[in-house]
């Protein structure tokens, strides 16, 4: 009788185990469930054609209130960190708001089940980003059967369902305390978050195998057994590390690979999921991409073999690859697009246009050239292998909503940019409502709603998206034509002009980026004279715009004008005329270093000229024609831009509407004018009481520290050279710092001005109001006038913004401000400056909190909600006695050229050589061993020495410069672990064929430690490259699966050797094998 009670109580506490219990065997293949729905499985749709919605599914819509709290403290709608409520039900609900927007499918955020709540960091994993379960719905989000059910209503709409799905990484489930590792103990200072919600560990197995401490877990390998990146420039933490702690994977592992593969692949196959968007791709080694998307398995085939199993034979998979570019540069272009793989062995079909995103904020919301656009699109064009099916967007999820930084006109100038160029439009859910809060939620109870709904289908947003959309979609020749930049600013904003061709037809697509009226001259568009062009889209009333003579366009284009044309087979006269403005002087390729003269004549009836540079109307200058016809004007450099810039010049007679050659020349405007130093106490970024503590991250140093502040003035431009404590870069930021974000006011003269400096709970010091600010942060550079400014919002967002210039060496961070940053004033003496820091929370897009307490990411010592979010400030600084000085440049070039920065660098890497002058000259004397731009930066080419010269004006300084060889597989060391036999001590192999290693051993020994697994006695690595320091790590090491991978201080080949007998090691790194036998 006993016998049975206890079986029953077995069984029973066996079927009373909760959803998330462990699997402990192997994959276990699910054939999808019989036909209950009737459109799970479609056919793929030509992607050229869609326009994705993403939706971060828990801020949406909560369509069912039963799932939103778990009961483990996880659900908070008042708290940015915690669960809202947003779920699938929601989504279904709201199918027709989407489908009306436009968007003909929608991306959704991770659905799987999720570590709920990490006590180590205190948030939640409300996102979807933080895997249990890559094989159930997470419990907040609905059931398999509400997945299906969207999956069902969006193909019955025509619509289609894009997932985002995680290889890298699990849940954050274990790390090393206090950050101290060991790479060959991995086992030392190793914890459990044993607290975590719902679980303390994964429950999916492989996955569940987290403890480096059970030795079957330890076999297992299932991750990377390491910290978390603490250099995310560093290539051998990229792929090891953990991103923001969370449990890196060790995706070279086949049976984690299977379990991927099996993982994802069971989405398409039960669900019907049309393309995944896929997360953190840059964190995995190439290698795995291909086999997870076509890897020959039956188990667990690729994803591409699943996908067309189901009918999807354009199954679409693109990768997030968090890179960008410099200003007409592509080495960001170019990480990005290797994880597109080769056409022999390729990688994913697609990637997000990460550079392109980049370069258009810039340009849009910071006044940047608007050349910067044109190059990347170029780029775009000629780098990426199916740029119509490349996925692009203006902002999402981890970056700051695009109406945070800039203007409502400039983000509705970026939607239609992104709409008219080739590739897939993402609109970020809130984007059509104008949502400013990142992860703000559209439903009323959810965190940032303001207790409203946001479904408004009248908006203007709403309204202007859906018309975009509704043109694309509708005109093959914006998803499939060419695309041709027609004209551009390289100075500033302003014209930015392009011409799609498709079929005989040609569509124009004219921007005016600028806060001010442009005039657009001379736009050749290929076009026959007086053909009429349709207005598709347009931004601002606008004319008719027909071609003129020759087939060009002359047009003012109004502030922040923005205008779709498509050309048409009707036609109008041109009316002709004999009138005509011709320049005399020598301008076109010319540069200028000192005023600029310039005369010419009039042929016809004009009395009134304007000199237009860069087709800014507002600044053009007046000029009155003589009674004989000529004319003349002198436009001072100092007015121009500082430094080299490139700026084009036409001459226009309004009233008659003609207008001369449209001409290019080049300025040099020294910034070697006098300038007012200001010194900043050292080690004061402890707040206004010095009270406050720094985030103890050990990140955080002393980037906040401003030591000193230099500040030029030349005309109305404004340079601010800032020498910081410490400048690092290790989140490898866009604009070249972090840990520090600057508050920049801005006080001119003889104006009102603001007192309140909005969201740092501050006022501006006595005597000080300020009219504009700049907002800049590793990732964000915005600009702001005072205008509408609050305690908690900012002003009225304007461009320029100020162009920034780092060096790291140096410790200094440069801005520079052009006249157009303070409405083209032309004299800013007596302007003040007054500059705080703090930091910025990138992932948030908000500045870092400040409690009582502090932590890992938060200041301590004050009240964030009251207190000043100020670590160090300036004193008010009045620069009210410097101005353009002749004598101070004439002093300046008297001064010895220098030239400083490193002499040697390795084949493919580029080092940074900065001078104490502008406008030198550079040249390599060899470049096919390495070459230099026109900024300084040098690039290695191949193995050996060059000179760089760098010139000015009859000063010469010379640069020997050393490439040496990169480091290459061509050479393996084997390397020991036993006291005889030690980790910094190495044995050559010596090569007996082409690409095979071997070495005469003789067994040391045995080793005697806890880490050596049982029945093993030694322990040995196969190393590569020779570059190996003397603690024994090193580039790369053949692990024991036989393959090559970067060095963690791991991948021990284990085996039992007898003491004192000879064996023979050999590889072969070719094949990547290795063989060890015993001599006989």
């Given at each position: 009788?006993?016998?049975?009670?206890?079986?029953f109580?077995?069984?029973?506490?066996?079927?009373?185990?909760?959803?998330?219990?462990?699997?402990?065997?192997?994959?276990?293949?699910?054939?999808?469930?019989?036909?209950?729905?009737?459109h799970?499985?479609?056919?793929?749709?030509d992607w050229?054609?869609?326009?994705?919605?993403?939706?971060l599914?828990?801020?949406?819509?909560?369509?069912?209130?039963?799932?939103?709290?778990?009961?483990?403290?996880e659900?908070?709608?008042?708290h940015?960190?915690?669960y809202s409520?947003?779920?699938?039900?929601?989504?279904?609900?709201?199918?027709?708001y989407?489908k009306?927007?436009?968007?003909?499918?929608?991306?959704?955020?991770?659905?799987?089940?999720?570590?709920?709540?990490?006590?180590?960091?205190?948030?939640?994993?409300?996102?979807?980003?933080w895997?249990?379960?890559?094989?159930?719905v997470?419990?907040?989000?609905?059931?398999?059967?509400?997945?299906?059910?969207l999956?069902?209503?969006l193909?019955?709409?025509?619509?289609?369902?894009?997932?985002?799905?995680?290889?890298?990484?699990?849940?954050?489930?274990?790390?090393?305390?206090?950050?101290?590792?060991?790479?060959?103990k991995p086992?030392?200072?190793f914890i459990?978050?044993?607290?975590?919600?719902?679980?303390?560990?994964?429950?999916?197995?492989?996955?569940?195998m987290?403890?480096?401490?059970?030795?079957?877990?330890?076999?297992?390998?299932?991750?990377?057994?390491?910290?978390?990146?603490?250099?995310?420039?560093?290539?051998?933490?990229?792929k090891?590390?953990?991103?923001?702690d969370?449990?890196?994977?060790?995706?070279?592992n086949?049976?984690?690979?299977d379990?991927?593969?099996?993982s994802?692949?069971?989405?398409?196959?039960e669900v019907?999921?049309?393309?995944?968007?896929?997360?953190?791709?840059?964190?995995?080694?190439?290698?795995?991409?291909?086999d997870?998307?076509?890897a020959?398995?039956?188990?667990?085939?690729?994803i591409?073999?699943?996908?067309?199993?189901?009918?999807?034979?354009?199954?679409?998979?693109?990768?997030?690859?968090f890179?960008?570019?410099?200003?007409?540069?592509?080495?960001?272009d170019?990480?990005?697009?290797?994880?597109?793989?080769?056409?022999d062995?390729?990688?994913?079909p697609?990637?997000?246009n990460?550079?392109?995103?980049?370069t258009l904020?810039?340009?849009?919301?910071?006044?940047?050239?608007?050349?910067h656009?044109?190059?990347?699109?170029?780029?775009?064009?000629?780098?990426y292998?199916n740029?119509?099916i490349?996925?692009l967007?203006?902002?999402?999820?981890?970056?700051?909503r695009?109406?945070?930084?800039?203007?409502?006109?400039a983000?509705k100038?970026s939607?239609?940019?992104?709409?008219?160029?080739?590739?897939?439009?993402?609109?970020?859910?809130?984007?059509?409502?104008?949502?400013?809060?990142?992860?703000g939620s559209?439903f009323?109870?959810?965190?940032?709603?303001?207790?409203?709904?946001?479904?408004?289908?009248?908006?203007?947003?709403?309204?202007?998206?859906?018309?975009?959309?509704?043109?694309?979609?509708?005109?093959?020749?914006?998803t499939?034509?060419t695309?041709?930049?027609?004209?551009?600013?390289?100075?500033?904003?302003?014209?930015?002009a392009?011409?799609r061709?498709?079929?005989?037809k040609?569509?124009?697509?004219?921007?005016n980026?600028?806060?001010h009226?442009?005039?657009?001259s001379?736009?050749?568009?290929?076009?026959?004279?007086?053909?009429?062009?349709?207005?598709l889209v347009q931004?601002?009333?606008?004319?008719?715009?027909?071609?003129g003579?020759?087939?060009?366009?002359?047009?003012?284009?109004?502030?922040?004008?923005?205008?779709?044309?498509?050309?048409t087979?009707?036609?109008r006269?041109?009316a002709?005329?004999?009138?005509k403005?011709?320049?005399?002087?020598?301008?076109?390729?010319?540069?200028?270093?000192?005023?600029?003269?310039?005369?010419?004549?009039?042929?016809?009836?004009?009395?009134?000229?304007?000199?237009?540079?860069?087709?800014?109307?507002?600044?053009?200058?007046?000029?009155v024609v003589?009674?004989?016809?000529?004319?003349?004007?002198?436009?001072?450099i100092?007015?121009f831009?500082?430094?080299k810039?490139?700026?084009?010049?036409?001459?226009?007679?309004?009233?008659k509407?003609?207008?001369?050659?449209?001409?290019?020349?080049?300025?040099k405007?020294?910034?070697?004018?006098?300038?007012?130093?200001?010194k900043?106490?050292?080690?004061?970024?402890?707040g206004?009481?010095?009270?406050y503590?720094?985030?103890?991250?050990?990140?955080?140093?002393?980037?906040?520290?401003?030591?000193?502040?230099?500040?030029?003035?030349?005309?109305?431009?404004?340079?601010?050279?800032?020498?910081m404590?410490?400048?690092?870069?290790?989140?490898?930021?866009?604009?070249?710092?972090?840990?520090?974000?600057?508050?920049?006011?801005?006080?001119?003269?003889?104006?009102?001005?603001?007192?309140?400096?909005?969201?740092?709970?501050?006022?501006?010091?006595?005597?000080?109001?300020?009219?504009?600010?700049?907002?800049?942060?590793g990732?964000?550079?915005?600009?702001?006038?005072?205008e509408?400014?609050t305690?908690?919002?900012?002003?009225?967002?304007?461009?320029p913004?100020?162009k920034?210039?780092?060096?790291?060496?140096?410790?200094?961070?440069?801005?520079?401000?052009?006249?157009?940053?303070?409405?083209?004033?032309?004299?800013?003496?007596?302007?003040?400056?007054?500059?705080?820091?703090?930091?910025?929370?990138?992932?948030?897009g908000?500045?870092r909190?400040l409690t009582?307490?502090?932590?890992p990411w938060?200041?301590?010592?004050?009240?964030?909600?009251t207190?000043?979010?100020?670590?160090?400030?300036?004193?008010?600084?009045?620069?009210?006695?410097?101005?353009?000085?002749?004598?101070?440049i004439?002093?300046?070039?008297?001064?010895?050229?220098?030239?400083?920065?490193?002499?040697?660098?390795?084949?493919?890497?580029?080092?940074?050589?900065t001078v104490n002058?502008?406008?030198?000259?550079?040249k390599?004397?060899?470049?096919?061993?390495?070459?230099?731009?026109?900024?300084?930066?040098?690039?290695?080419?191949?193995?050996g020495?060059?000179?760089?010269?760098?010139?000015?004006?009859?000063?010469?300084?010379?640069?020997?410069?050393?490439?040496?060889?990169?480091?290459?597989?061509?050479?393996?060391y084997?390397l020991?672990?036993?006291?005889?036999?030690?980790?910094?001590?190495f044995?050559?192999?010596?090569?007996?064929?082409?690409?095979?290693?071997?070495?005469?051993?003789?067994?040391?020994?045995?080793?005697?430690?806890?880490?050596?697994?049982?029945?093993?006695?030694?322990?040995?690595?196969i190393?590569?490259?020779?570059?190996?320091?003397?603690?024994?790590?090193?580039?790369?090491?053949?692990?024991?699966?036989?393959?090559?991978?970067?060095?963690?201080?791991?991948?021990?080949?284990?085996?039992?050797?007898?003491?004192?007998?000879?064996?023979?090691?050999?590889?072969?790194?070719?094949?990547?094998?290795?063989?060890?036998?015993?001599?006989?």
């Amino acid at each position: 009788m006993k016998k049975k009670i206890l079986i029953f109580i077995l069984l029973f506490w066996v079927v009373s185990l909760p959803v998330y219990s462990f699997s402990n065997g192997p994959i276990v293949k699910q054939k999808a469930s019989e036909e209950k729905y009737s459109h799970l499985q479609v056919s793929s749709p030509d992607w050229r054609d869609q326009v994705i919605y993403f939706i971060l599914t828990d801020r949406f819509n909560d369509g069912n209130p039963d799932n939103n709290n778990q009961g483990v403290g996880e659900y908070n709608p008042n708290h940015k960190d915690f669960y809202s409520g947003g779920d699938l039900q929601g989504i279904i609900d709201k199918i027709n708001y989407i489908k009306n927007l436009g968007a003909t499918a929608i991306w959704i955020t991770p659905p799987v089940a999720n570590q709920w709540w990490d006590p180590w960091v205190q948030v939640t994993g409300y996102h979807g980003y933080w895997g249990r379960h890559f094989k159930k719905v997470d419990e907040h989000y609905g059931t398999l059967d509400t997945y299906k059910k969207l999956s069902n209503i969006l193909h019955k709409n025509g619509m289609y369902l894009i997932q985002d799905i995680v290889p890298n990484h699990t849940g954050n489930f274990f790390t090393y305390k206090d950050d101290k590792y060991n790479p060959y103990k991995p086992g030392e200072n190793f914890i459990l978050n044993k607290k975590s919600e719902p679980v303390s560990k994964p429950v999916q197995y492989p996955f569940n195998m987290n403890n480096y401490n059970n030795q079957k877990d330890r076999k297992a390998n299932i991750y990377h057994w390491t910290p978390k990146i603490k250099d995310y420039k560093n290539k051998k933490q990229e792929k090891n590390y953990q991103i923001s702690d969370l449990d890196d994977l060790n995706t070279s592992n086949p049976a984690v690979r299977d379990a991927l593969r099996d993982s994802y692949g069971y989405w398409i196959e039960e669900v019907g999921v049309d393309g995944f968007r896929v997360d953190t791709v840059k964190f995995i080694e190439h290698e795995f991409w291909n086999d997870f998307f076509y890897a020959d398995d039956a188990e667990a085939p690729g994803i591409m073999k699943v996908a067309k199993k189901n009918k999807k034979d354009d199954f679409l998979a693109f990768g997030e690859v968090f890179e960008a570019s410099d200003p007409l540069s592509k080495e960001g272009d170019k990480k990005v697009t290797r994880y597109l793989g080769t056409k022999d062995k390729p990688e994913l079909p697609a990637v997000l246009n990460f550079p392109l995103h980049v370069t258009l904020r810039r340009v849009f919301a910071q006044g940047r050239p608007t050349h910067h656009l044109s190059y990347r699109l170029n780029v775009t064009m000629n780098e990426y292998r199916n740029p119509y099916i490349t996925p692009l967007f203006i902002d999402n999820h981890d970056v700051a909503r695009f109406l945070e930084k800039g203007s409502r006109k400039a983000m509705k100038q970026s939607l239609m940019f992104m709409f008219t160029i080739p590739g897939i439009p993402i609109v970020y859910y809130g984007t059509e409502q104008g949502f400013t809060e990142q992860r703000g939620s559209m439903f009323a109870e959810g965190f940032g709603s303001g207790g409203k709904n946001h479904f408004n289908q009248q908006a203007n947003l709403y309204q202007y998206i859906k018309k975009l959309a509704e043109t694309r979609t509708s005109n093959r020749i914006l998803t499939r034509g060419t695309i041709d930049v027609l004209q551009d600013n390289h100075s500033g904003s302003g014209v930015f002009a392009y011409k799609r061709e498709y079929k005989k037809k040609t569509a124009l697509v004219l921007f005016n980026t600028a806060d001010h009226p442009v005039l657009m001259s001379n736009l050749g568009t290929g076009l026959k004279e007086g053909t009429r062009l349709k207005t598709l889209v347009q931004m601002n009333e606008s004319d008719e715009v027909v071609v003129g003579e020759n087939g060009e366009i002359t047009t003012e284009l109004a502030p922040r004008a923005g205008l779709v044309l498509l050309s048409t087979e009707k036609k109008r006269d041109i009316a002709t005329t004999d009138s005509k403005i011709d320049v005399q002087t020598t301008i076109n390729n010319e540069t200028f270093t000192d005023d600029i003269k310039l005369q010419g004549k009039v042929k016809g009836d004009i009395e009134q000229l304007r000199v237009v540079v860069d087709g800014n109307l507002a600044q053009a200058t007046d000029v009155v024609v003589g009674a004989d016809g000529n004319w003349n004007v002198n436009l001072p450099i100092k007015e121009f831009g500082l430094g080299k810039n490139q700026h084009s010049l036409a001459v226009y007679a309004a009233d008659k509407g003609i207008v001369s050659e449209r001409f290019t020349f080049t300025t040099k405007v020294s910034s070697q004018s006098s300038s007012l130093i200001v010194k900043d106490p050292a080690g004061d970024i402890h707040g206004p009481k010095g009270e406050y503590t720094l985030p103890q991250d050990k990140s955080f140093g002393s980037q906040m520290d401003i030591r000193q502040v230099k500040a030029t003035l030349v005309g109305g431009n404004l340079k601010l050279n800032l020498k910081m404590a410490e400048i690092t870069d290790t989140w490898n930021p866009d604009n070249g710092f972090d840990h520090v974000v600057f508050n920049i006011f801005i006080d001119l003269p003889n104006e009102s001005g603001a007192k309140v400096l909005p969201r740092l709970n501050a006022t501006a010091p006595e005597g000080f109001k300020w009219d504009y600010q700049a907002f800049v942060d590793g990732w964000n550079n915005a600009y702001y006038s005072a205008e509408r400014a609050t305690k908690d919002k900012y002003g009225k967002s304007i461009i320029p913004a100020p162009k920034v210039k780092v060096n790291k060496s140096k410790k200094t961070i440069e801005f520079k401000f052009k006249s157009d940053s303070f409405a083209g004033l032309g004299n800013l003496v007596g302007v003040k400056v007054y500059i705080t820091t703090w930091d910025f929370d990138g992932s948030q897009g908000i500045l870092r909190p400040l409690t009582s307490k502090g932590g890992p990411w938060s200041f301590g010592g004050g009240n964030g909600d009251t207190d000043p979010l100020i670590a160090d400030d300036t004193k008010m600084i009045t620069i009210d006695s410097v101005d353009y000085n002749k004598q101070a440049i004439d002093k300046a070039e008297q001064e010895k050229l220098e030239v400083n920065g490193d002499i040697a660098l390795e084949v493919g890497d580029s080092i940074e050589l900065t001078v104490n002058k502008e406008g030198v000259i550079w040249k390599s004397s060899n470049e096919e061993i390495a070459k230099v731009t026109t900024n300084g930066k040098v690039k290695g080419i191949k193995p050996g020495k060059t000179t760089i010269t760098v010139s000015l004006k009859g000063e010469t300084v010379i640069k020997t410069i050393k490439v040496k060889e990169k480091a290459e597989i061509n050479q393996a060391y084997l390397l020991g672990t036993a006291t005889s036999w030690k980790f910094n001590k190495f044995t050559a192999m010596k090569q007996v064929a082409d690409g095979v290693y071997e070495a005469k051993i003789k067994a040391p020994a045995p080793v005697k430690k806890d880490w050596v697994p049982e029945g093993k006695n030694q322990a040995f690595k196969i190393g590569t490259n020779g570059a190996w320091p003397s603690d024994g790590g090193g580039p790369a090491f053949i692990g024991k699966d036989g393959k090559l991978k970067e060095d963690t201080g791991m991948g021990n080949i284990y085996l039992n050797l007898e003491e004192g007998t000879e064996y023979i090691v050999r590889v072969n790194l070719k094949e990547m094998t290795y063989s060890i036998e015993q001599v006989k």
